[in-house]
């Protein structure tokens, strides 16, 4: 089977390569990247004015399943990432049960490959029921498959604890992807503490919640060695500890998520939880140091903490209703209309922070276009301008404040070791 992508403006981060090209796939792997590639084949895909990146991956997703099969499921969860553009999602571990276990591990990837049309990889939880008791079965899960480790939703509290995990996490040479929230500096808040907290009468989550446990990661990545990769950045503290970090050359990477890249407190729509997630997003001063920081690539990927949750769920009032929000088929989108049409970042960021870096995080030979690659490749139409549409969603899960959202830029076609997963029409 032979697939060529004619005339596509190929942004390929590994070779620094952006320029006009043909791709040609034979049996699910890259053959050529390169000019003109004349000859017959299979099937010939026009690209002409499109992007072609290497397939967008998600390290931060939450799929539901087992457990919370109503927010969504791993079929769900995945044709909507595919839609996204994504061709590699990683699925964070709090499900009923916690992923904490060889068994729910391998429940998933099993599932996955029934269901899931794009690659679907699995977090281990850092302790057994994320209870952060008692570490969990790291070594099994990795046994199993498991592409890092994470307590997401939560942080680890006890230190100690914390440092044994990240200890055999550099032993078995898997990344720890980092929530940082201290959890008893939460104390009910349900919203950014700042300006909108005290107009609404909501109390609120300030920065230090997510500072305190940012420089205390990054103190035990020093100390034992191992990959850090902080999840959802959200306050100008963490951007520049993370700059710091890396300036000291420690093995610190660091994500941003769509929303908090592209709304502040000012915002928020007075009581609706569509607005709630945890971190939640900040103040002006805040937004502007996370923009920056993805400019100056002291954060190294873009990943959406897709978080589906039901109506009902969402329908409470902000102080009561779940955290989080999807993004899965929102963050093309967001992306290229708030980061790269506006100038502040060029494609090759982006393919570096939605496709390469991700994959250089997990340590897996993806995120790149080169010959000899699995063809996992995505194409945008950088120009297609649309309204997001909740109702258009896969996702189980309609729950956006970006409902109505004008947006410039989206995925139309999603390849999958050479094969299209998902086609816009
Ligand atoms: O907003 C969030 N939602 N933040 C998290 O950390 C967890 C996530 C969820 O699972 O709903
Ligand atoms: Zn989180
Ligand atoms: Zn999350």
Do not use: W
């Amino acid at each position: 089977m032979t697939t060529l992508i004619k005339s596509g403006r190929v942004i390929n981060p590994a070779k620094k390569q952006d320029e006009v090209c043909d791709i040609l796939i034979e049996d699910g792997i890259i053959k050529r990247c390169e000019g003109v590639i004349s000859g017959e084949f299979d099937e010939v895909i026009d690209a002409g004015g499109m992007l072609v990146m290497p397939g967008l991956i998600d390290l931060h997703v939450h799929l539901r399943e087992p457990g919370f099969e109503y927010k969504e499921t791993i079929e769900t969860g995945s044709k909507a990432a595919a839609k996204g553009g994504y061709t590699t999602i990683c699925a964070m571990p709090n499900t009923k049960p916690a992923t904490d276990s060889r068994e729910t591990v391998r429940y998933i990837i099993d599932k996955a490959k029934e269901v899931s049309p794009i690659n679907v990889l699995v977090v281990g939880a850092v302790t057994k029921g994320q209870a952060g008791k008692e570490l969990s079965d790291i070594e099994g899960m990795k046994e199993e498959g498991i592409c890092a480790i994470s307590e997401d939703g939560k942080s680890v509290m006890n230190a100690g604890l914390y440092r044994e995990a990240m200890k055999k996490a550099k032993e078995l040479n898997i990344p720890v992807m980092a929530h940082c929230e201290d959890i008893n500096m939460v104390c009910g808040g349900a919203i950014n503490k700042g300006t909108k907290s005290e107009e609404l009468g909501v109390r609120g989550i300030s920065n230090a919640v997510e500072d305190v446990i940012v420089a205390r990661d990054i103190l035990i990545a020093k100390e034992t060695g191992a990959r850090l990769h902080l999840c959802h950045c959200s306050t100008v503290d963490s951007e520049r500890m993370v700059r710091e970090a890396k300036a000291e050359g420690l093995p610190v990477t660091a994500e941003v998520c769509p929303h908090h890249f592209t709304l502040c407190e000012d915002d928020i729509i007075s009581n609706d939880a569509n607005y709630k997630m945890n971190p939640p997003v900040r103040s002006r001063k805040d937004l502007e140091a996370l923009r920056n920081g993805l400019k100056n690539d002291v954060f190294d990927v873009i990943s959406t903490d897709h978080a589906p949750h039901s109506a009902e769920e969402k329908s409470r009032s902000i102080e009561t209703a779940p955290f989080g929000i999807v993004g899965s088929e929102t963050a093309v989108a967001l992306t290229m209309t708030e980061l790269v049409h506006t100038g502040l970042i060029n494609y090759m960021q982006m393919a570096e922070k939605m496709s390469y870096n991700p994959a250089r995080v997990l340590g897996i030979p993806k995120g790149t276009l080169n010959e000899g690659a699995v063809a996992d490749i995505t194409i945008i139409d950088p120009d297609r301008e649309y309204e997001i549409d909740v109702e258009s969603f896969v996702s189980m899960g309609k729950n956006t404040p970006f409902n109505g959202y004008k947006a410039k830029g989206m995925a139309v076609r999603t390849i999958v070791e050479g094969k299209t997963v998902y086609k816009y029409e």
